[in-house]
């Protein structure tokens, strides 16, 4: 006699939207192109104005883009990044995302006193794809393999930076070793977030 299968009864897995990543990035589109279309820009980094009392820049200042090229480069691995972290439901990314901009504003503001404007998202990406590496190499999946040299590249690339004392994608008149700190800083939060915020699940 046949046994009729049941059903299976369980909702269907529901999809995962990217929305703090997609947030992010409508935000970096938003606030650069204001700036690129000459209004007052009241996001970026102005250590005067920090010193009356414009705090937000240390956080608004890494959805800020000077250029183009810097936005494309800081915001796209981002995207990628952090809609992989979202669907995979990766804990602590929006915490990631301001104990990182915390740390690199206060890097700036504390040990380059020269600098008197910065702005872009680049840190906080390493940040982001450094904290993405870290999560999947506790997955058994055979692109735990892609990650490793992601992040071996990751370092790789922060090693030189640091080593010529600026970055690949270095502006005009960049302050040396400003950016390559910068990434450093970046990769130093994830790991923080990764290890220190794991504690409390």
Request: charged residues 15%.
């Amino acid at each position: 006699m046949d046994i009729p299968k049941l059903k299976d009864r369980r909702p269907p897995e529901r999809k995962i939207f990217p929305n703090f990543t997609v947030l992010i990035t409508v935000a970096s589109v938003i606030v650069s192109v204001v700036k690129w279309m000459g209004y007052n820009d009241y996001a970026v980094y102005n250590r005067t104005t920090l010193f009356v009392g414009q705090i937000w820049r240390l956080w608004t200042c890494h959805l800020d883009h000077f250029t183009l090229r810097q936005f494309f480069t800081g915001v796209i691995p981002f995207v990628i990044a952090g809609t992989i972290i979202e669907k995979k439901k990766f804990p602590f990314f929006i915490s990631l995302y301001f104990v990182s901009a915390t740390f690199i504003s206060a890097v700036v503001f504390f040990f380059y006193h020269n600098v008197q404007y910065y702005s872009g998202l680049s840190g906080v990406t390493m940040a982001t794809v450094v904290f993405l590496c870290l999560h999947s190499f506790k997955e058994e999946s055979s692109w735990r393999w892609l990650y490793v040299m992601i992040l071996l590249g990751t370092l790789t690339i922060i090693g030189l930076e640091l080593a010529h004392g600026q970055s690949f994608a270095a502006m005009e008149n960049e302050p040396h070793f400003l950016v390559p700190s910068v990434h450093l800083t970046g990769v130093l939060s994830a790991v923080f977030v990764f290890f220190v915020f794991k504690k409390r699940v």
